[in-house]
């Protein structure tokens, strides 16, 4: 995958996992999975490139962790979106609608 690739994704990322959050509380394998679920196989990422966004949007107070234990020995952390989180998201939606609209149009008008 060409690197322009990777960092695409990685600036789509933060929109992805606050907007799965925004549906449910879910932890990281969860998370991989709902969102090559949710965008029919297009977005494909792995748990080692989720943690740093997850990390970060923690850092930024925009979601918050809890450990629920899974048998006698594991524990799984769920992500949770904070009210901050839910406000964050909506701008990041309309920014992406922008960005889209935008190169659409820039797209559009170069193959008329």
Known sequence: ?????NNFRRGV???VILSLLSREDMYGYQLVQETQNATGGRIVTQEGSLYPVLYKLLEQGL????????GKRMTRIYYHIEPVGAVRLQELISEYEQIT????????EKSE
């Open 101 to 108: 609209t935008g190169i659409h149009m820039l797209i559009k």
């Open 1 to 5: 995958m060409p690197p322009e690739q």
């Open 13 to 15: 990322m933060p929109l």
């Open 63 to 70: 979601i918050s962790d809890r450990k629920v234990p899974v």
